[in-house]
Each structure stands twice: as structure tokens, then as C-alpha cells.
């Protein structure tokens, strides 16, 4: 530092010395740098050893919490995802981070459990609660892997119910159903721990019967599950019968996988329903082809329709004390690549499939159609008896078919009589009565076919507006031997006032024991055959005398 100073004496000032003051700014400087330097240290020092703290107290708190939620996420299975939740930690219970992984466990939960109603959805009948078929294959597949590793066989049963149709369509879809979750049940109760009772859908039921091992085994046990089917159940006012056809697959006798024992045991089952109501049958290996002409003629069923190949063919009906040609009965016939098909080959397809019913439609509009043609061509024509399948009897459209085609091709209503079989009517007997008075009271007239071969009740019997009964071919085979149920149905017809037709004479024995006890009307191979209309015509109608002269010696 430098600085003068003058003398303020005189009028000029005057310079009496200077001042000069020299520092050392070094030593300054560098004591300066070293408490900057001994500052940034500690500094850095409080620093690094907060980063640390932090450091630890993150790990501890955030780092690692966050890391076990991690593996945790890692091991959660998409099949079962609340069974490895996130951990939580005390610590963090209450904080962010608790709040997240709370969230995220319940999320979890909740998809557990939309996941497992999907899977009930995709693995249960909505309608019974009974496993379906994907989980019916899957636990086949277990059973086979456990019976293959233990050598042990197992019975699969295939449960179709007898005229379920006929239920569904005349009570209605609702009580449809409750029959089924009804039958579901039943078949729950009688199997219990020897296997599981699966629906495929509709009528159709499995039953997978691990712990029936032997052929002898699985009969001792479908016939105690037919005692319990047969039961009567009652829905509201209706008491229905029910009645099954089971088909049984044993492993690994009959397939060695799921969908070969489901596939055997149907076929048995179609083996079964062919052969009666309330029937069972083990699978052959010769049912197979069966089971392919089957499935052939379901096919050209459906064409038959459209290609106009069904024919009628008429059996002449006669007045026994008479002999004179009264009426008739329309015989369905098949014709195809130029040969007749007979009607036990291709109607028991069509009434499982449901095509009966078009089928008898046709065979409605056909009869009226030649009713008409007779009345033009000969002014003349005798009643035709049609046969009404049980089907087609619970079809709702059945009675207003009948009577728009009578309407449509003018004709008289008593010229047309409906054939029906007594199990069609105890089907459900109040529908029964109710279509059955429409129809008479139009003017057509009633049959009870097949009588006696089914368990209607004589009581009801009373009830049912029907104009004729007929003996069965069965019971008229035996006469004059065995007389009995012939003549207490023609007792029954007198006391009630009915027509009795006896059908099936094929000799004049049986002729001529029903003409001595007053049997009015017969049919059979022993008058004629079933003829086409052409020649049914040429002999019965377009002589206008309807006898059977050709036949010498009867009358």
C-alpha cells in the first residue's frame, strides 16, 4: 500500500514523506485455500457418509422390499396366482409402498377367483352343475394314466334318456330342464364315491366308474341305476317316467384313449335304444358298422325329403263278420337306387334324429292328397289310418298340421284316423287328453295302437276321447292258444264302446277265433300285404265294392 503526505502550510503544497506498507497475500492465500479445502473435505465427508445412511436406510426400506416384490412377482403362477401373494412388510403397512403391494394382492385375489369361475364356466353344465365334457376328457385321461400305471380297468357308461323329446316339447323347456337337474341328481345319488356323472349336453350323461373293474360289475351296477331312473318324478301336476338307454366302454378292453371309450360307449348305447326302452348294451367291435350305416342314413334321411323318395303303400283293413274292405292303414316306404328300404331299417333313425317329424308331416299331407285323388277319380274313398309317432304326437304344430291339411285338400274329416301308441299317450296323459279331444272333436277319428304292450292305466283309459283300440300283432300271434289278453281287450273295447281292430292275422285260426269272439275289424299278411296305391286302387277302390273276393273260403 503506498500513500504521500504534504505539508497544507504554504500555499503550495508541499510533500514532506510517503508511506508504504507491503503484505504478504501468500501466506493468505494459501491458509485461505487450506480452510476451503479442509471445508469441501468435510463436506464430502458428511456427504458421502449421508449417502451411505441413505443409502442403507433405502435398501432396507425401499430397495430391498422392492426386490422381494420382485421375486415374489417371478413366482406367481398364472394358474393359481393368490397362492404366491406379495410379502408386506410391518414397516411399510401404512406408506406407499403398502398401499401398492395391497392393491397389487388384491388384484391378484380377484383374478384368482374371476379365473376360477371362468374355469367352472368352461369345465361345468350351467344347467346341473355336473363336470362337461372338456373336464369329463381331461379326468379320462387321468383315470387312464392311473389305471394304466396300477393295471386296473374301468367302466364308462353312456346315458341317453328315453323320449326326452317328447318331455322337452309338450311341458315345455323349463320343466324340461328341471327333469334334467332332477335326473342329474339321481344319478349323483346312485354312483356317490365309485366314480363322477358328467353331462355331455341335452339327455346325454357320462358316467365314468373307476371303481367298477369287471364286465360283471358294470351290469350289477346299470341295472341298479335303471331301478332308480324308473322312478316316477313329479313336476307341479305332471308325474313323468323316466326311462334310459346306457351304452357301456370298458378300458382298455374297448379304447385306450377318452375319446375312443366315449365314442364306443355311444355306440353301444344306439345298440341299446334299438333294441327297447330301459335297455343297456357293452360295445362290440361289429357295432361299429352299425354305427356307420346309421350315420349313412341319418345323411340321406334328409335328402329323402327333398328327392320325394318316400312312397306310401296301404293295407286293407276289413270288416271281419263282413269281410268287405272298410278302411286302410298308410305304410311308409323308402325307395332308393331302385330298391325298397324297409321301414325298421330307417324309422327308429329318424325318430332319434328328430326327423320323424317332417317325415310324418309328409306322410299327413300324402293320405289327404289320395283321399282327394279317390273322390275325384272315383267318387268314392275309405278311411286312412296314419300312424303318429311319439315325436311327432308332442310336437305342438301336430294338430293344426292335421287339420290345415284336411282343410287344404277338402277333405272329410273322418276319413282320416290317427294311430297312436299307448306309451306316446302316458307320456304326459293330460297334453295327451287335451290334443287328443281337439282332434275328435274336429271329426277325426282316434286309435290307441299297439294296446296292451305299454303301462297305461285302465283308469285313464276312461279318460282318453279315443274311438279304437287295437290288439297288438304280439297278442294275436298267439291265438287261439292263448287267448287271455285278446279277450279282455275286446271286453274292454265292448264295455267302452270302442272299435277293436286286431292286427297281425297271418292264418285262419287266428281268424277264426276272432271273428267267434266279435273282434270288427282285422288286418294282416293273411288278407294282404301292404300294397302300393296303384295296385291297393285297382283292387279295393276303383271297384267301388271293397271286398276280397280273391279270397275264397273266409265268409
Known amino acids: 500500500m503506498y500513500r504521500p503526505f504534504y505539508f497544507e502550510g504554504t500555499q503550495k503544497q508541499q510533500l514532506i514523506g510517503t508511506l508504504t506498507i507491503f503484505y504478504d497475500t501468500q501466506e493468505l492465500t494459501n491458509t485461505l485455500f487450506s480452510q476451503l479445502k479442509l471445508g469441501f473435505l468435510a ?13 442403507v436406510v433405502f435398501h432396507r426400506f425401499l430397495t430391498q422390499p422392492i426386490a422381494r416384490i420382485s421375486e415374489a412377482i417371478d413366482k406367481i403362477e398364472p394358474d393359481s396366482p393368490d397362492e404366491n401373494l406379495l410379502p408386506m412388510s410391518n414397516a411399510h403397512k401404512d406408506d406407499e409402498l403398502g398401499l401398492v403391494t395391497s392393491k397389487f394382492n388384491q388384484i391378484l385375489i380377484q383374478f384368482s377367483q374371476t379365473q376360477s369361475k371362468l374355469r367352472k364356466m368352461a369345465t361345468r353344465d350351467p344347467l346341473t352343475g355336473l363336470p362337461n365334457r ?12 392311473r389305471a394304466r400305471v396300477h393295471k386296473r380297468s374301468f367302466a364308462l357308461m353312456f346315458i341317453d334318456l328315453d323320449r326326452f323329446k317328447n318331455i322337452n316339447d309338450s311341458l315345455g323347456h323349463a320343466l324340461g330342464d328341471q ?37 360283471d360289475q358294470a351290469a350289477d351296477f346299470v341295472d341298479k341305476l335303471l331301478v332308480q331312473l324308473n322312478v316316477p318324478i313329479q313336476l307341479n301336476e305332471h308325474a313323468i317316467h323316466p326311462a334310459a338307454s346306457i351304452g357301456i366302454s370298458i378300458y382298455p378292453e374297448d379304447g385306450n384313449s377318452a375319446e375312443d371309450l366315449i365314442r364306443h360307449a355311444d355306440i353301444a348305447m344306439y345298440s341299446a335304444k334299438a333294441a327297447g326302452s330301459n335297455q343297456w348294451a357293452f360295445f362290440k367291435q361289429q357295432m361299429t358298422e352299425r354305427a356307420a350305416v346309421r350315420l349313412r342314413t341319418e345323411a340321406s334321411l334328409h335328402d329323402a325329403l327333398k328327392n320325394n323318395e318316400f312312397l306310401l303303400y296301404f293295407q286293407p283293413k276289413l270288416d271281419l263278420q263282413t269281410g268287405k274292405v272298410i278302411a ?9 337306387d331302385g ?39 272315383y267318387n268314392y274313398a275309405i278311411p286312412i289310418a296314419i300312424n303318429v309317432a ?5 310336437d305342438a304344430s301336430l294338430v293344426s298340421d292335421i287339420k290345415q291339411m284336411a282343410l287344404r285338400y277338402q277333405i272329410q274329416p273322418d276319413l282320416l284316423e290317427i294311430e297312436i301308441t299307448e306309451t306316446s299317450l302316458m307320456n304326459d296323459i293330460e297334453q295327451a287328453i287335451n290334443k287328443l279331444e281337439q282332434l275328435k272333436s274336429a271329426g277325426f277319428g282316434i286309435a290307441v295302437d299297439d294296446f296292451g304292450t305299454g303301462y297305461s292305466s285302465l283308469s285313464y283309459l276312461r279318460h282318453l276321447p279315443i274311438t279304437t283300440m287295437k290288439i297288438d300283432r304280439c297278442f294275436v300271434s298267439d291265438l287261439p292258444c292263448d287267448s287271455a289278453i285278446a279277450s279282455t281287450i275286446l271286453m274292454l273295447g265292448k264295455q267302452l264302446n270302442l272299435t277293436i281292430v286286431a292286427e297281425g292275422i297271418e292264418n285262419e285260426l287266428q281268424l277264426d ?20 296305391q296303384a295296385d291297393f286302387e285297382a283292387l279295393y277302390i276303383s271297384s267301388q265294392t271293397a271286398s276280397l273276393a280273391h279270397i275264397d273260403g273266409k265268409w
Not at 463436506?43 to 443409502?55: D, I, N
Not at 372338456?134 to 394314466?145: M, N, P, R
Open 134 to 145: 372338456t373336464l369329463l376328457l381331461e379326468t379320462i385321461a387321468v383315470t387312464i394314466q
Open 513 to 532: 277265433w276272432l271273428k267267434e269272439n266279435r273282434c270288427q275289424i282285422g288286418q294282416g299278411f293273411y288278407f294282404s300285404q301292404p300294397l302300393p
Open 43 to 55: 463436506t464430502l465427508a458428511r456427504a458421502l457418509l449421508l449417502t451411505l445412511v441413505l443409502s
Open 179 to 215: 327333469f334334467l337337474a332332477r335326473i342329474a341328481r339321481i344319478l349323483e345319488r346312485v354312483v356317490g364315491d365309485k366314480g363322477t356323472v358328467s353331462r355331455l349336453g341335452g339327455d346325454e350323461f357320462v358316467i365314468l366308474a373307476d371303481a367298477v373293474q369287471s364286465p
Open 339 to 377: 330298391r325298397l328300404i324297409s321301414p325298421m331299417s330307417f324309422i327308429p333313425v329318424a325318430e332319434e334324429t328328430g326327423i320323424i317329424i317332417p317325415i310324418g308331416r309328409w306322410v299327413i299331407e300324402q293320405s289327404c292328397k289320395t283321399l282327394r285323388e279317390w273322390q275325384k277319380k
Open 390 to 394: 311319439s315325436q311327432q304326437f308332442a
Open 328 to 336: 286302410c292303414e298308410a305304410l311308409i316306404r323308402w325307395q332308393k
